[in-house]
């Protein structure tokens, strides 16, 4: 690594945003693989969220201030391409967790198969709308890796079913929950019948915020629970929708899993150990008869303890 | 004449504002049922005294006591709750607003948190009817009305306030000669119910007319008091410039050269005129009736409707940047909204329609900018800390004379001047027609100013107009200066200019007569 | 003298393009009433920016004070305290920032922009700090329903909208009726004169941009009541919207002007505009096209019919 | 009569403060390089903006404009253009954006800050259109090497950074010595009175917007050489953070006041706050929280500084 002023390792771990019940696991797990290996963890994410240009400032000003390694959810993977390579070149090694990086200048990618993800969700609904039905994709935001493979794993995976129309699958609903709400709000109006209640058989959502949004929309309007609607990653509100039926299944990463493994993996590059190129964290489809399987609950409701468990 | 202790005194006020210093100890009191006229040249601190009584201004040292009892507004508001009302030098109105908001600013009467829109209509009603001015509409938005009735909403608000002390900052600079005589008449009656009134102008026919006393300040100090009727008119003024003031309006002689400026049918304006080289020709009229906006249009501000338009070779309407090209300049009446960018310093101004020579190609050298303007602010004794300073911080007089020596330093054949000597001081009016004339005659003379005692160097006009003969097309309010100072002289009445003759036909009578348009001839 | 007529027009306008786009299911009851839902929140907000920019200032802390009182009644409200104190805790806390603008701004004569371009990141951070990095989760109460349709009583319109109803009635009062609101307008127009007349300008600058606050509280706890959760990030470039429903209503940045029917009116056309391109299935490149046109339009037209004729 | 002493004391302090905090690795030549790099973007920018609120008016639309020029760049590049021309083709399209803006603002009277928040909307819109709402990938050139530190050559400072000192050398000599620069202070200061003096003002503002519009296209092209990708969304809210820079730097939004110097102290300073916290290891919140607070005393100082003694 760089110019270190002490012994200890520091290692900087770069979310893409902070606010997600998500990026609070990530930081859990990887701020417990610090104290378990005894190195120091600066936990930064872009100031503003969802900022290309505010995350390249921030791997930038790590490298110059010289940090042993640096694990990065990139916010785009050629964007981030760049400043990783910069990196390289200075001697401060990379791991990517989350979303993908082009290139290979990095240790490790340490993440969920997203498009499985995508394809999980797919045949829950078409198994629950016996192959038949209307189905909406709400779209995340413009030019992200990892949920627009969810997006694509989806309509993969439906792809093969004749019976089922996707009524819209072209609308962003953005990144923060307040747009994603109004959005999502009017598009859904579009498809209201004259009793007001919605004529669509199934929703999916790729990411936690939407999800949360679009929850929120069909609670205001009492579609909760007459339409199929899957969505992606956990907080407490959505296992609480979960539970209550209003969201029939979420797709579940292991958030605590990937930042535990992705300060790991860079320890272990940094004590000259072998580590693998890719890694994969899993996914996992949770549904209210399963919710309460302790493989599952771990993964809705994490222990989020910074401590060894 | 008045007994017992003065409404308002003031002893040894100090103010300065970083170097200048404004007011160095002045005294100053004024009694009840008294009219106490206060005059000096511009920059001598009148309006900044005023300033110190309403509250605008804090002063360095000084006290002041009103019926006895100390009196120091930290705020406007302090002021006007003590009874002390002000009609300031610059329109100071809220133009979003009506009349009547704007008259009862600050004192609306409210009942249970509403405001009392009938009582608050009759209150502006009463106040201009008092000033005889009943057709000004206390619903009207205040930007809509013409400057003379924006000027007559500032009496009524100082009126209807019921204050004990009465301020007026020349309030007659944009008032017509009736509202003029009906100011006066109110003066009269308000001094007679016992109000204290504090009078400034420039006008000593005016100061004359109106005050009982006449208190003289220059370069901040007291120079001279008296009763009004002991002080004859040269004296008022000697005091004030502190020294002689020779021949108001000199007079070289003029020869007209060739036509600068020809005007067939020109609408708006009915206009047709011809104005030659080495000719000042004036144009009288009451407020409002079009002149500013006849001068406007001749000078691209405003579009021509009909009739031909010519200035030199070029024939036909150009924008204003054409005008320059020609060798047009032009004065503005509004000196604060128009005249001048009060921000920018006077070398800017004073540069700002002819940058060409500056520098080379399209680059201008500030320091080349600085000194021509520092020539000028020599030449017009502007009283300045240097041409860097910001024309906003200058006296109204000192920033009238930069709006001016714009269009020396710009070199103009042609100069339109709207009320050119609107709020300056005897001397410096002096200066000006000096200059005008010198301008129009092409020959120097001897500089108007002779012995000072006031160490400010005169305009020194032989220097200011070398060379050929320039034209004069001005618009002036002060009947005695188009008479002194034109060759010829029109009248302009209800937006019509009427038949341009010799200054020498006219007297103030006939031009007051013709203004209104009771003419008999 | 009435500034609103030109957006009121263009309201209508964009109404009636959208209606023929997409049909008169456009115009059905529940449609009307989604716009009506997603008006207020910028409404309610842009109501205490009327008087600010009436007044001649302008206040860009607005979508930071929302965020921080979403946070707000959702800490209170898992503290377990009664969702009306909860509420009248966020507004109390909005509050408090408009009077640290109000007192910069008086206090040190620092123009608003950039004392409310300050505090926007001070807030901003304040909130996030506040709330940890990450979103408050906080039990479903009554105030959740705030801007749910009531499908019996209340004549079928959310509550929240009728709030935003009587507060807009109420603002219009206050600007047209009262001393503060006149006083605000002679601020905004001429400041030099408001002061030489007495009006007490710090002190009126200080009430403005409490109340401004205030109501960018208030906008808070209605945000609040969709999300349900208290969220440090929500609002970013909120103000931008607030402060264009303004000027498209008629509002002048340099004071003195604007109506309190003109802002919502305002504020009524980006929704419009924003649900008719949803519903018509454009994407949001094109919606965000079609709004900024229709802004300069809007506001073209406005100044076109009030020109002085020469 | 100088607006810009005080914000370069400013800068001095905020330096001093992070000197202390983190110590003399804070001002290490790698580091100081760093913050020049980060500031670039804002500051080549905020030079264009600087000469638009000189002359009393605004730009919104640069956000935008950063955003369509990383779109164009990278759609050129991708169309197997010469890097230069790629650039020169982006520069001209946000060139483009201003005249329009310009044209606008001079032939339907809408004031500055309506038209570019419409253009804002439009041009964002327009540059997601394009890039059919996606980031447009685009080979790796020496356009990319821009903001790369050079480690020989150049004085080890990349070109980037060169050229944004000779842009700023420029605007300040175009604003202090030229008659366009001098027009520019006359019309911000009163427009009336620039044009009784025969300014063209229209033209001159068809210049200015065309001219900062130039400027946020090179500001996109620097942020492209950073990015490698064109994307649309890029600089959402840069047009705050480029317009705080100049007033920071003793611009005022009422027009005829502004230096270059003050700008590019406005944009260091936020750099160096940005910096400093991100290196001593606060937390964003913490950084939001001293970044609204210094901007509010660096302006406050400085009015302090220069207020009339009363
Ligand atoms: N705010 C200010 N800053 C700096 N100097 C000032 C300020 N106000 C007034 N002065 C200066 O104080 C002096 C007195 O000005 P004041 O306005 O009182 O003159 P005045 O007698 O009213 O002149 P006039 O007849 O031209 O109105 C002038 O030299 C003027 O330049
Ligand atoms: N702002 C305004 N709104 C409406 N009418 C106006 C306005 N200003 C002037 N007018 C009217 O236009 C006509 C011409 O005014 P103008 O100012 O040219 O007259 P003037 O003779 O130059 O008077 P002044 O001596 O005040 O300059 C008058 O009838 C006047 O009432
Ligand atoms: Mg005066
Ligand atoms: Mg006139």
């Known amino acids: 690594g760089g110019g270190q002023d002490d012994d200890r390792l520091t290692i900087a771990v770069i979310p893409k945003g902070t606010t997600h019940a998500f990026w609070q696991s990530i930081r859990a797990g990887a701020e417990r693989a610090g104290q378990e290996l005894d190195v120091g963890v600066i936990w930064r994410g872009p100031l503003r969220e969802d900022d290309r240009a505010s995350q390249i400032s921030e791997v930038e000003g790590f490298i110059t201030r010289g940090v042993s390694g640096i694990v990065l959810a990139p916010l785009d993977e050629v964007a981030l391409a760049l400043p990783v390579a910069e990196a390289q070149r200075q001697n401060i090694p990379v791991v990517i967790f989350d979303s993908g990086l082009k290139g290979g200048d990095y240790v490790s990618f340490v993440a969920t198969d997203n498009r499985k993800g995508g394809a999980l969700a797919a045949d829950h609904v078409a198994s629950r709308l016996n192959g038949k039905g209307k189905v909406i994709l709400l779209r995340y935001a413009e030019g992200h890796d990892s949920t627009s493979q969810r997006e694509e794993g989806f309509l993969e995976g439906l792809a093969s079913h004749p019976g089922i129309e996707i009524l819209s699958s072209n609308q962003y609903v953005g990144t923060d929950v307040e747009g994603a709400y109004n959005r999502s709000e009017a598009i859904l109006s579009r498809y209201r019948d004259r009793d007001g209640s919605l004529a669509v058989d199934a929703i999916f959502c790729v990411n936690e915020s939407s999800t949360f949004a679009v929850m929120r929309v069909l609670q205001d309007h009492g579609w909760a629970g007459k339409t199929r609607f899957v969505g992606f990653d956990a907080s407490d509100s959505l296992v609480k929708g979960l539970a209550e039926g209003h969201i029939d299944a979420l797709v579940v990463q292991d958030p605590v899993k990937m930042g535990y493994l992705g300060v790991k993996t860079m320890v272990s590059h940094l004590r000259g150990e072998p580590v693998e190129k890719r890694i994969d964290t899993g996914v996992n489809l949770a549904t209210r008869e399963n919710m309460k399987d302790p493989g599952i609950h771990a993964l809705l409701q994490p222990d989020l303890s910074r401590g060894t468990p | ?521 | 003298m009435r500034g609103d007529t030109g957006v009121l027009l263009g309201l209508l306008l964009v109404a009636l393009i959208f209606g023929l786009l997409i049909g008169p299911r456009f115009f059905r009851p529940a449609n009307l009433e989604l716009m009506a839902r997603q008006t207020v929140i910028v409404c309610v907000a842009a109501l205490g920016m009327t008087m600010v920019i009436v007044s001649g200032g302008i206040d860009l802390s607005v979508g930071s004070i929302v965020a921080l009182s979403t946070v707000v009644t959702a800490l209170l409200l898992r503290m377990g305290m009664d969702p009306a104190l909860a509420a009248l805790g966020a507004l109390a806390a909005a509050a408090l920032c408009g009077t640290v603008n109000g007192l910069l701004i008086t206090r040190l004569r620092v123009v608003p922009f950039i004392v409310t371009l300050g505090t926007m990141l001070l807030v901003r951070g304040a909130a996030k700090g506040l709330a940890e990095e990450r979103r408050i989760e906080a039990p479903i109460t009554w105030l959740n329903g705030l801007l749910r349709t009531a499908r019996d009583g209340n004549l079928g319109v959310p509550a929240g909208v009728w709030l935003t109803i009587v507060l807009a009635v109420l603002v219009a009062g206050v600007l047209g009726y009262t001393r503060f609101g006149r006083h605000l307008f002679a601020i905004g127009s001429n400041e030099r004169t408001a002061r030489l007349c007495g009006v007490r300008i710090d002190r009126r600058k200080l009430q403005v941009y409490s109340l401004s606050a205030a109501f960018a509280g208030l906008a808070g706890v209605l945000e609040f009541s969709r999300l349900a959760v208290g969220d440090p990030t929500v609002g970013v470039g909120l103000e931008l919207d607030v402060i264009a429903a303004v000027i498209i209503g008629g509002g002048s940045l340099s004071g003195g002007k604007g109506t309190v029917l003109g802002t919502v009116a305002g504020a009524a056309i980006m929704a419009v505009i924003q649900i008719g391109c949803s519903q018509h299935g454009l994407p949001n490149w094109v919606q965000q096209i079609v709004t900024g046109i229709i802004i300069v339009i809007a506001v073209a037209l406005d100044r076109w019919r009030q020109a002085p004729t020469r």
């Open chain 2, 1 to 521: 004449m008045t007994s017992g202790t003065p409404r308002l005194e003031m002893r040894g006020v100090r103010k300065a504002f970083g170097a200048t210093i404004a007011l160095d100890g002045v005294d100053f009191s004024v009694a009840p049922g008294e009219v106490c006229a206060l005059v000096g040249q511009n920059g001598a601190g009148k309006s900044t005294l005023m300033a110190v009584l309403s509250g605008v201004v804090r002063p360095d040292s000084g006290s002041m006591m009103l019926e006895g009892q100390p009196y120091a507004p930290r705020e406007p508001i302090d002021a006007r709750a003590a009874g002390v009302a002000m009609i300031h030098q610059e329109l100071s109105l809220a133009p979003h607003l009506t009349v009547m908001e704007n008259i009862a600013l600050g004192l609306e009467p409210v009942r249970r948190g509403l405001l009392q829109w009938h009582e608050m209509r009759d209150t502006a009603r009463r106040a201009l009817a008092q000033l005889g001015h009943e057709e000004i509409v206390p619903d009207a938005i205040v930007a809509d009305l013409s400057p003379a009735s924006q000027q007559l909403v500032e009496v009524a608000r100082a009126l209807a306030s019921g204050s004990r002390v009465l301020v007026l900052d020349e309030p007659t600079s944009s008032l017509s000669h009736g509202d003029v005589q009906r100011l006066f008449e109110l003066l009269e009656r308000l001094k007679s119910q016992g109000m204290a009134i504090v009078y400034i102008s420039h006008f000593i026919e005016e100061v004359q007319a109106v005050s009982d006393r006449v208190v003289v300040l220059r370069d901040g100090r007291n120079v001279g008091a008296g009763r009004t009727r002991d002080m004859p008119a040269d004296a008022i003024v000697q005091l004030m410039v502190g020294g002689e003031v020779e021949a108001l309006y000199p007079r070289s002689p003029r020869e007209p050269g060739d036509v600068l400026l020809e005007l067939v049918d020109l609408e708006p304006g009915a206009a047709t005129l011809s104005l030659r080289r080495g000719e000042i020709v004036g144009i009288a009229g009451l407020l409002g009736a079009g002149r500013s906006r006849l001068l406007r249009t001749i000078f691209g501000l405003e579009s021509v409707r009909s009739g031909r338009i010519r200035v030199g070779v070029y024939s036909g309407p150009a924008s204003p940047a054409a005008r320059w090209d020609q060798g047009v300049g032009m004065l503005s009446e509004n000196r604060a909204g128009e005249g001048l960018a009060s921000g920018l310093s006077i070398a800017d101004n004073l540069t700002m329609s002819r940058l060409e020579e500056l520098g080379p190609g399209f680059l201008v050298f500030p320091s080349r900018q600085a000194s021509a303007a520092s020539r000028w602010v020599d030449r017009f004794a502007i009283r300045s800390s240097g041409p860097a300073q910001a024309v906003g911080e200058l006296s109204g007089g000192n920033q009238q004379k930069v709006a001016l020596a714009r269009l020396l330093h710009h070199d103009v054949d042609l100069l339109v001047l709207d009320e050119p000597t609107r709020g300056i001081d005897v001397g410096s009016k002096a200066q000006i027609y000096a200059v005008l004339d010198a301008l129009a005659s092409g020959h120097a003379h001897e500089p108007p100013q002779a012995s000072g005692t006031g160490g400010e160097p005169a305009i020194v006009a032989d220097r200011v107009a070398v060379g050929r003969p320039r034209a004069v097309l001005m618009v002036s309010s002060y009947l005695p200066e188009l008479l002194g100072l034109c060759d010829r002289v029109a009248v302009m009445c209800r937006g019509r200019l009427g038949p341009v003759r010799l200054a020498s036909e006219w007297t103030e009578h006939s031009l007051l007569m013709e203004a209104s348009g009771a003419k008999a001839g």
